[in-house]
């Protein structure tokens, strides 16, 4: 999601009551900034890529790093504005002998809840924006074999986004101002179907009991709007994202914790096109641990559930938070 939104939308008011004539220019401003929504959506909404829980905190406050890159005092609010679900489902057909398919679907939506201002006046009220990104997605692909150890995969994802904003004016300033924004840039929706290829290589090895997992994975994102008639709307984003890192699980031994293990993950995110700098740069850390138990009273479609606490590091949603897992 666009966490700048307030800036942009005085830029564009500024462009909007100097010249009129620099329309052409203004629209290209719109569809930037609604491409880089678009992509940032995705990203968002990827659970491999940012994880948000249900209870946000400062590790500085506990653990004395003094680090303003692993969290600050205006990050929990950040999160807090946020709201993330993500409901993937992948279903993998029998394997072969080198490999197998897989077909896969997911649902996501993203909610961004901002105060806006336009004027240096703190009495007065300030602007709602509701921002909403909806996402429903189907895709396939194929994992194989390389060796003992490697494992190679791909697959394509075909995403349809549905993106929605809503402004409540609620200063005479901004009342002003929304004849020229309704429509425009708030207050706004439209559609976008995406194309998302995935390819990602994995290094697989036990020691001991604890099995490890190298791995390096390729989004890359492409599409273009549709149900909209407004030129600024009509849009084409293209972005990427790559995540690298280790996990490992452990399980423990003993009858009496049998069927509970430790999962640890540990991830570098790096982005580009237009997820330039959406999360305030172009990468960033994620760094997991949790408890995980098995679940074979829940049948075969839910192997494990889990608590733990995640941590990012180095991006404007950097800090802790307790996380649930399954099927890790």
Known sequence: MS???????????CLVLIDAAHAVDFNDLVKDFYSKNISTSLLMTDEEVVQFGFMD???????????????GKGENKLRSDLISLSLPFRYDFEPGSRGNYWIGVKAAYLKHNQDLRFSDDASLPSDKLEELNTILGIGSGYDFNLSTHWMFSAGLYVNWIQYDNSVDFNSSESQALAPYLDGLLTNVDFDVLMAEPIVSINYLRDWGQTHFTLFSKLHYMIGRSFDTEHDAHKINPESWYT?????????FSGETLQGHSLWYRLAQVNTGGDLDMAVG????????????VETPDLGSYVENIGLGININYGSELKGGTIVLLFNK
């Open 57 to 71: 905190f400062n590790p500085n406050d506990y653990i004395e790093l003094d680090d303003e890159n692993i969290g």
């Open 3 to 13: 966490f700048r939104k307030d800036i942009v939308i005085a830029w564009a008011w």
């Open 281 to 292: 740069t172009n990468r960033y850390y994620e760094a997991g641990i949790a408890w995980l």
């Open 243 to 251: 995540t690298t890192g280790v996990l490992a699980k452990r399980p």
